[in-house]
C-alpha cells in the first residue's frame, strides 16, 4: 500500500504542472473574432495596399454572423481581425467618454 501511495505521489505533481500549463497555453492561444467597422477594413486594406504595392482597386467584407471581422484583396490578402478570447471586449469611444465625465457628454 505504501509503495502504491508513493507511485501515485510521484505522478500527481507533474500530472497537476501539465495541467496548468495546458490550461495557461490555452487561454493565451484560443482566439475569436472580432468585428470591425467597414471604415477600420477600408482603412486597413489601404495600409495593405500601399506596403504590397498592390494593385487592386476592391476589397471584400469578411463577415461572420452579421459583423465585419475582416476583407479580402482582390489580389488574394486576407485580413481576419482576431483577439484572444480572455480579452474584454473594446468600449467604444462614447462610453469611454461618459465614464470619465460622469454621463455629461456632448457632440458638437
Known amino acids: ?8 505521489g510521484s505522478f500527481a505533481l507533474p500530472t497537476w504542472l501539465i495541467l496548468i500549463a ?19 477594413a477600408g482603412t486597413l486594406w ?20 452579421e459583423n465585419i471581422v475582416g476583407f479580402e484583396c482582390e489580389c488574394g490578402y486576407r485580413h481576419l481581425e482576431k483577439r484572444p478570447i480572455t480579452a474584454k471586449t473594446p468600449r467604444s469611444t462614447r462610453e469611454r467618454c461618459r465614464e470619465l465625465t460622469g454621463g ?5
Not at 1 to 8: A, V
Not at 29 to 40: E, L, V
Not at 49 to 60: D, F, G, L, T, V
Not at 104 to 108: D, R, V
Open 1 to 8: 500500500m505504501l509503495m502504491l501511495q508513493s507511485i501515485l
Open 22 to 40: 495546458y490550461f495557461a497555453w490555452f487561454s493565451l492561444s484560443a482566439k475569436d473574432y472580432a468585428s470591425m467597422t467597414p471604415r477600420d
Open 46 to 65: 489601404k495600409i495593405h495596399k500601399r506596403s504590397a504595392e498592390c494593385r487592386s482597386n476592391r476589397w471584400h467584407a469578411i463577415r461572420r454572423k
Open 104 to 108: 455629461f457628454y456632448h457632440t458638437y
